[in-house]
């Protein structure tokens, strides 16, 4: 067998010096017998009406204030090479219809779908593969993390030809390590053409403003249509001959011809609305939502039903970020006490009626191996916060209440917030840690703006969670690369360098057993330097829908996040006959029975 320079090879390629030659000796693999997730009753048609309670800040998805909730539609859920299967956690076809792993346990081959295309018609091929190299190490997307991970994580793309690549890791990784890092979304080099490169790298000088607001085409079977700015996007399926129908787990997904997102700021008028009709579904995570907002006439009529299904996804890392580098809050006695003055077992009890439970770890829960075990969150204790706060040198009543120092400076700290929904969980933990002596002045910094203000480090603490894989990542939270920088995840601003050696060493490490004992390390500084005090999770989906939005037998998957988004696993359909038959119903005052769904399939 001839053997492949990959270097010299990539190399070689971006220079154009000469085609590569693909391994002869490689296994080609696909899958296409784990079962479906979506129902062949599915209809399509018809526009699902949702809200968004900020306008986004960009459509880019990379580069300042990129990062925000809205990206999930642009990137997040759109189709890269392969996928997890939601339930088997096996890997199954997305733009590539068959993969091969190389001998060196660096490489991964890829065959493209030759059918699929962007949402602008053009076809996506292997020069939008190599691109995204091309694009995320390049300094004038302003992303450091992006070109931090693609110069040092990804070594190259090879293209063999138009619908044949390789892309290569750093480092030798697992086959499932490796595969989740290989597996990219590519990016449509037709559109980001520059208009001026003067330092020749092949992005656009100007790339952060110019495509500020310019909606790439997408893999995906959405496009993001209109605009209205401040007040609403729309996004516009491509229609019946998506290529990613011939994909069997793409089929009878993604049903809507519309999805259009109107920005309503307050949740509660949001609410409003959809009991009028103006939405077609609505969150009920909330337990004062579920349990006493969402019994009026238009569920008692059984216009409006129920639905709350569980997952077995994992949690990700939040609860109260701790920012180090604030003045005193990088005193770990200060952080302890925190910890301890953070009542979230009575906010649970007495506000969220025990429907969520506490994250037993700042960097979250159901990572299997990967999680520190018989980690336990700290206990809202007074006198363990008390000790730790005067171990600070706050050993003193203030005349208000709150604790007080030698030079007369309060203990008094501000907690930003993102949601206004929060608020009186906030309020309560404000009240509770007023106990120990502690003043936690809060401030609501809402939607896309409150994210920016954390990833550019204004807070001093901040109340939020984040999303998480199948395995946990550290470097963005908690590498000296990170820290002290605005626009990265290190938003407590903490590392160590026993820290960045752990995980540079986790990143790297190609044996699991190895690997999980390094996350369970990491976790342990972690915890034991009480920069994140842990919150709580709900790990189900919970929400109101309109009669006409229909959904399969089996609605959840282990990985569904809400039943009702329409880009994620999006199995849903709206029933256009059943709207006009409900809508007729209501004006002759005619009623049905109340319905309540509960699927407990993936109930733990």
């Known amino acids: 067998m001839k053997k492949v320079n990959i270097l ?23 899958n296409t017998s784990d ?34 909730a809205f990206r999930r539609y642009l990137l997040d859920y759109t189709p890269g090479l392969v996928d997890l299967h939601p339930n088997t956690d096996n890997w199954i076809p ?23 295309k962007w949402t602008d018609g053009e076809p996506i091929t292997a020069d939008d593969f190599v691109y995204k190299l091309t694009l995320m190490r390049s300094k004038d997307i302003v992303a450091p993390w992006y070109n931090n991970y693609y110069t040092k994580q990804i070594e190259s793309v090879i ?34 053409k520059p208009s001026k490169d003067e330092n020749g790298d092949g992005v656009d000088d100007n790339f952060v403003k110019r495509f500020n607001y310019k909606a790439a085409p997408l893999p995906g079977p959405y496009y993001l249509a209109s605009e209205k700015k401040g007040k609403s996007v729309t996004l516009k399926h491509v229609g019946e001959d998506w290529w990613g129908y011939e994909n069997k787990y793409y089929q009878n997904r993604f049903n809507v011809d519309k999805v259009r997102f109107t920005v309503i700021r307050d949740v509660d008028l949001a609410r409003q609305k959809f009991e009028k009709g103006e939405l077609d579904t609505f969150a009920l995570v909330r337990p004062t939502l579920w349990h006493d907002k969402s019994n009026g006439e238009a569920y008692q009529n059984g216009y409006i039903q129920k639905f709350w299904g569980f997952n077995a996804r994992p949690q990700g890392a939040g609860g109260i970020w701790i920012n180090t580098q604030h003045g005193k809050l990088a005193d770990i006695n200060i952080r302890k006490g925190i910890e301890y003055a953070s009542d979230f077992e009575g906010l649970i009890e007495k506000l969220i009626r025990g429907d969520y439970s506490r994250k037993p770890h700042a960097m979250g829960f159901g990572h299997g191996d990967y999680d520190l075990k018989g980690s336990k969150a700290a206990p809202f204790d007074l006198d363990k916060a008390v000790e730790y706060f005067s171990k600070a040198g706050f050993d003193k009543i203030g005349t208000d209440g709150i604790r007080v120092n030698a030079d007369g400076e309060r203990l008094s700290f501000e907690l930003t917030y993102l949601a206004k929904v929060n608020e009186q969980r906030m309020a309560y933990i404000q009240e509770q840690a007023k106990l120990a002596g502690l003043e936690l002045r ?6 896309a703006s409150g994210f920016k203000y954390v990833r550019e480090k204004k807070h001093e603490l901040a109340f939020f969670d984040m999303g998480t894989g199948p395995v946990p990542q550290y470097r963005g939270y908690f590498h000296s690369d990170n820290a002290g920088k605005p626009q990265t995840n290190s938003f407590t601003n903490f590392s160590t360098p026993e820290l960045d050696v752990l995980i540079e ?6 044996d699991i057993d190895k690997k ?7 976790q342990k500084i972690v915890q034991e330097a009480s920069v994140l005090v842990p919150g709580y999770m709900a790990p189900f989906s919970r929400g109101g829908h309109w009669r006409w939005v229909k959904f399969p037998s089996n609605p959840m998957t282990k990985q569904t996040i809400s039943a009702f988004d329409p880009v994620e696993i999006s199995n849903f359909w709206i029933d256009t006959d059943v709207k006009k038959e409900t809508e007729k119903m209501m004006k002759q005052g005619k009623t049905l029975e109340p319905i309540v769904v509960i699927d407990e399939q993936f109930k733990s």
């Open 8 to 30: 010299a090879t990539a190399i070689a390629m971006s220079f154009g010096a000469g085609a590569a030659e693909l391994p002869t000796n490689l296994k080609w693999e696909t």
């Open 35 to 68: 079962p479906v997730f979506a129902s062949d009753e599915a209809k399509r048609g018809g526009t699902f009406r949702s809200f968004l309670t900020s306008f986004p800040l960009t459509y880019r998805t990379v580069g300042p204030d990129s990062n925000g």
């Open 94 to 116: 997305q733009i590539a219809n068959e993969w091969a792993y190389g001998d060196d346990n660096k490489t991964v081959y890829f065959k493209l779908n030759p059918k699929a």
């Open 159 to 192: 293209k063999f030809d138009d619908h044949t690549i390789a892309i290569v890791s750093t480092e030798p990784k697992n086959k499932r390590s490796l595969m989740e890092a290989t597996s990219l979304t590519p990016v449509p080099k037709h559109f980001y």
């Open 442 to 447: 809060l401030k609501l910094v809402d939607g």
């Open 505 to 510: 060493q986790f990143r790297a490490e190609f």
């Open 516 to 522: 999980k004992q390094l996350s369970r390390d990491i």
